[in-house]
C-alpha cells in the first residue's frame, strides 16, 4: 500500500473543507489548544479530535476577548467538524455563533460540499442573518472565504488586510489545481520507496507588488481504494516545495507544487489501485490560500 506511516487513518468520512487558515495562537500557555492545531485536525480528518480542540480555542478566545474575526474562524471550523460527525444542531450553532461575529462571513456554493454550505445557510436563516455581504465599516475588513477545488469539495483563502494596500485593482489568487502526472505505478517489491508527485495551479498577482510564497503544506488523502476499502480517507503529509515561489506584480504563473508518498508493494500481493485527491496551503506575502485537485491521482499498485 502507499502510506505515510506517522499519520493516521481519518476517522470518518471527509467532507469537503479545507479550512486550512494557519491563525496565530492567542496568549494561552504553552500547552492550551490553539486555533492552528484545531484546523490542522480538521485539514486532517481528525474531526473527533478537533471538535474538543476547537472547543476549548472557541471559549478562551471569547474570554479574552479576542478579535472578532479570530473567533468566527475557530466557531466557523467548529461547526465544520460537527457537520463532518452528523452532528447538525451543535453545527448550526457554531455557524450562528460564526455569523453573529462576522455577518459578512459566506460560502461559496461553487467551493464546497453541498452538506457544509446547506447547514451554513439554515443557520444563517435562523439566525436571521442578511445573504449578502455588509458593506465595510471603517477598518472593519469581513472574513470572505473562497477557494478553489472540484464540485463538493472546499478551499479557503483569507486575504490579508483586505487587498487595498499596494493592490492594483484585484487580489492575488491560486486556483486550478491539477496532478501533474494523473497515474504512478508502485514498482513490484517495493517498500517505502518513495513518488514523486506533483500537483500544478495558476497563480494571479494582479496587485503591484511581489506576492512571495512563504511556505507549502500539501495533504494527499485516498478517496477510493477498492482492493482495500478501509484505506478510504488516510491522510499523507509530506515536505513539499514550490516553483516559482513568488509572483512579480501583474504576473500570472503556473506554479508547480511537489511532494513525496511512500509505496510499498509485495512481491506476490495482489495487483491492485487507490485514488487520492491533493490539499495545498500556501502561506503567502498575501495572507494563507487553500486549493484542493479538480482531479485524482492514481497510484497502480501491479
Given amino acids: 500500500m502507499v502510506r505515510d506511516s506517522p499519520l ?7 467532507v469537503a ?16 489548544p490553539t486555533l492552528a492545531q484545531g484546523v490542522r485536525q480538521v485539514e486532517e480528518g481528525d474531526y473527533e479530535g478537533a471538535v474538543p480542540t476547537l472547543e476549548a480555542v472557541r471559549q ?18 467548529l461547526g465544520i467538524a460537527h457537520v463532518a460527525l452528523d452532528q447538525r444542531d451543535a453545527a448550526k450553532a457554531r455557524f450562528r455563533e460564526a455569523l453573529a461575529h462576522d455577518d459578512g462571513l459566506r460560502l461559496t456554493p461553487d467551493r464546497f460540499s453541498p ?48 487587498g487595498s494596500d499596494g493592490s492594483g485593482g484585484g487580489t492575488p489568487s491560486f486556483a486550478g489545481a491539477f496532478f501533474a502526472t494523473p497515474v504512478l505505478v508502485c514498482p513490484d517489491g517495493a517498500r517505502d520507496v518513495p513518488l514523486v508527485v506533483g500537483i500544478r495551479l495558476n497563480g494571479s498577482n494582479p496587485t503591484n507588488q511581489s506576492v512571495a510564497v512563504r511556505s507549502v503544506t500539501a495533504v494527499l488523502i485516498i478517496v477510493d481504494s477498492p482492493g482495500v476499502p478501509s484505506e478510504v480517507g488516510f491522510p499523507s503529509t509530506a515536505a513539499a516545495s514550490v516553483t516559482p515561489s513568488s509572483l512579480a506584480p501583474g504576473a500570472q504563473a503556473s506554479l508547480l507544487v511537489e511532494t513525496t508518498l511512500l509505496c510499498g508493494n509485495g512481491e506476490g500481493d495482489p495487483s491492485r489501485y487507490n485514488e487520492w485527491t491533493g490539499r495545498l496551503t500556501l502561506d503567502t506575502s498575501a495572507g494563507v490560500f487553500a486549493a484542493e485537485t479538480a482531479d485524482r491521482l492514481r497510484v497502480n499498485i501491479p
Fill in 8 to 14: 493516521r487513518p481519518a476517522s470518518r468520512a471527509l
Fill in 17 to 32: 473543507v479545507l479550512a486550512v487558515v494557519l491563525a496565530a495562537p492567542g496568549a494561552a500557555g504553552a500547552d492550551a
Fill in 60 to 77: 478562551r478566545l471569547e474570554a479574552e476577548g479576542a478579535p472578532a474575526r479570530e473567533q468566527a474562524r475557530a466557531c466557523l471550523y
Fill in 115 to 162: 452538506k457544509v454550505i446547506a447547514v451554513f445557510e439554515e443557520a444563517r436563516s435562523e439566525g436571521g442573518v442578511q445573504a449578502e455581504e455588509k458593506k465595510k465599516r471603517g477598518s472593519k475588513t469581513p472574513l470572505v472565504l473562497i477557494g478553489v477545488g472540484a464540485a463538493g469539495a472546499a478551499g479557503v483563502a483569507l486575504a490579508a488586510g483586505g
